[in-house]
């Protein structure tokens, strides 16, 4: 009887920890939702109160992730005027800003809205 009780006891308990890994949320608590995205990818690095590239070339009609990595220790943001691009990012954090559907053609400008004066850069689109 107390062996049975046991595989009883052990069996829930190992449910339990196999239905807890499969949550929804990653590592970073956002939600995955739906298959990976196809999304060009574009890093940012802002370091120094300043960002890296600030010269991006992207090709008309993609889709694209802007991917911000804030090695500082103050919150800077990443604003693309014309993109609708607007993602604050805490010190020493990396955030995916939303997907950018079917970039057009033209010139974009982006800067942080907390240091515009030193932390700018341009989106080409051909």
């Known amino acids: 009887m107390h062996r049975r009780v046991v595989a009883v ?3 829930a308990a190992l449910s ?3 239905l807890a890994g499969c949550g929804s949320k ?3 608590g956002t939600v995955a ?3 990976a995205s196809s999304a060009k990818m574009v890093q940012l690095n802002a370091i120094n109160i300043s960002y890296n590239p600030t010269d991006i070339q992207l ?3 993609e889709d694209v992730k802007f ?3 804030n090695g500082d220790q103050v919150k800077h943001n990443l604003t693309v005027e014309g993109l609708d691009v607007n993602q604050d990012v805490e010190g020493g954090k990396t955030v995916d800003a939303p997907v950018v559907k079917a970039v057009k053609a033209g010139t974009y ?3 942080c809205e907390y240091h515009p004066a030193q932390m700018q850069g341009t989106v080409t689109v051909k």
């Open 109 to 111: 400008k982006f800067h």
């Open 67 to 69: 991917v911000v990595t």
């Open 33 to 35: 939702e739906g298959p």
């Open 26 to 28: 990653d590592n970073g």
């Open 59 to 61: 090709t008309a009609g």
């Open 16 to 18: 339990g920890v196999i």
């Open 9 to 11: 006891v052990a069996g």
